[in-house]
Each structure stands twice: as structure tokens, then as C-alpha cells.
């Protein structure tokens, strides 16, 4: 099925180890995008990017790094992993398209770091 | 910058009862608005948006949300609730400009549990 599609699904990393989270896309979307669920945080952005090539910080970026290196492809890394960083991570994706402004979410990769 | 208020964190209804979800958000220009799902150990769904035009959109699994520019408002609504509507709900804007481009801004979200 098309869609967001994020591997792993689940990982235990232990503090210091380093970690790559992969998403892809088969939708031909421009924009994608990280984000981490936290308890009554609701979502918040990681880095972004608006096409290949390219990233740009979101509201939370510290501790990650990201690459577009394709078009269909998303990755975050977390080079020294901290229990800071358990948390559930979302990638999602959307087209250009004026006035379609709705993302595609994959189905989450949920971190723990002990 | 752009933020999305979500005042209640949990609520709970009776199945059949109506539900109201509250959004107030803050936004300099015109907001484009959307209402997520997220049921347990899943993915955010889309259920509706907001871009222009008719202030009262419609979504799936019937619901609805009403958009009140006075009151930057983007309350989600639906008539009778199913148990199966038990999730968590989020409210989100979406940014075109200043430091904040393309991106969605969320709410803190809000936890529905459905009494039988």
C-alpha cells in the first residue's frame, strides 16, 4: 500500500549508542518531516525537509541529525543516544500543492534508551 | 509564532452522548486548520480541515469541527459517540511563513474515553 513507511517499529538502545531511523515515501511528496510524541506534549517537530538535499531545523532538533540524500527517503540519527530521547517518533510527508496542506504519517518507531 | 491550545487533556462521554473537542489557536494570517486521530499504538489520522470557504467542514467517521475566526476557535464536534471513537484528538495549524514555514503545529492533545 502507498504511504509512510518507518523502520524500526520498535528499539531498545542503551545511553551513548547511535542509532539511524529510516522513512520512506512512495507518494512523490516534496516535504517530510520528524517528529517525537511525548506524554502530554503532544508532537513536536524535530528537523524538516522541503525536498532533496535539503533540511532545516524544527523545534526540537538537538541530539539529531537528518538526511534527504533521496527524495523518498528520511533518515534521523541519533549519534549518542540519552534516556532524554525515549520517546515514540512520527515521520510524515505531504505533497506541494497549493491549498493541500494534509500530512501522511507513517505508523511511529517507539524508542526507549535505558 | 504560531500555538495551538487543546484546554481539556482528558475527556470522558457515555457512548451515544455528543462531544464537543475544544481548539483555540493563535495564528497571524489566515489558519489552516486540521483535526487529527490517533488511536492506541497507531498513526495520526486525518479526520478533517480547515482551508477556506464554508466555516463548518465535515470529516470522517461524522464528525465535524466549526472554525469562529472571532474566537480562534476550531471546535470538533460529533452527535453521538461511538466506543470505537475512544482515542486521543489533536488540533493543528498549519504555517506559511516568518521562521516557522511548512510545518503543522500541534496541540498537547486530548484523551476521549467512551463509557458503555
Known amino acids: 500500500n502507498a504511504g509512510v513507511t518507518q523502520t524500526p517499529k520498535f528499539r531498545v538502545l542503551k545511553t551513548g549508542q547511535s542509532m539511524t531511523l529510516l522513512c520512506a515515501q512512495d507518494?512523490?511528496?516534496?516535504?517530510m518531516y520528524w517528529y517525537r510524541q511525548d506524554p502530554g506534549m503532544g508532537l513536536r517537530l524535530i528537523h524538516y525537509s522541503v525536498g532533496e538535499g535539503t533540511t532545516a531545523k524544527g523545534e526540537v532538533p538537538d541530539g539529531y541529525n537528518v538526511s534527504r540524500l533521496k527524495k523518498q527517503n528520511f533518515l534521523l540519527g541519533l549519534e549518542s543516544a540519552a534516556p532524554s530521547q525515549t520517546s515514540v517518533y512520527f515521520c510524515?510527508?505531504?505533497?506541494?500543492?497549493?491549498?493541500?496542506?494534509?500530512?501522511?504519517f507513517g505508523s511511529g518507531t517507539r524508542l526507549t534508551v535505558v | 509564532a504560531q500555538s495551538v491550545t487543546q484546554p481539556d487533556i482528558h475527556i470522558t462521554v457515555s457512548e451515544g452522548a455528543s462531544l464537543e473537542l475544544r481548539c483555540n489557536y493563535s495564528y497571524g494570517a489566515t489558519p489552516y486548520l486540521f483535526w487529527y486521530v490517533q488511536s492506541p499504538g497507531q498513526g495520526l489520522q486525518l479526520l478533517l480541515k480547515y482551508f477556506s470557504g464554508d466555516t463548518l467542514v465535515q470529516g470522517i467517521k461524522g464528525f465535524e469541527a466549526e472554525f469562529k475566526r472571532s474566537q480562534s476557535s476550531f471546535n470538533l464536534r460529533k452527535p453521538s459517540v461511538h466506543w470505537s471513537d475512544a482515542a486521543e484528538y489533536f488540533c493543528?495549524?498549519?504555517?506559511?511563513?516568518?521562521?516557522?514555514?511548512?510545518?503543522?503545529?500541534f496541540g498537547k492533545g486530548t484523551l476521549l474515553t467512551v463509557n458503555p
Open positions: 507518494m512523490n511528496h516534496e516535504y
Open positions: 510524515a510527508s505531504r505533497v506541494i500543492q497549493v491549498g493541500n496542506y494534509g500530512y501522511t
Open positions: 493543528a495549524v498549519y504555517s506559511m511563513g516568518g521562521g516557522s514555514n511548512y510545518k503543522l503545529t
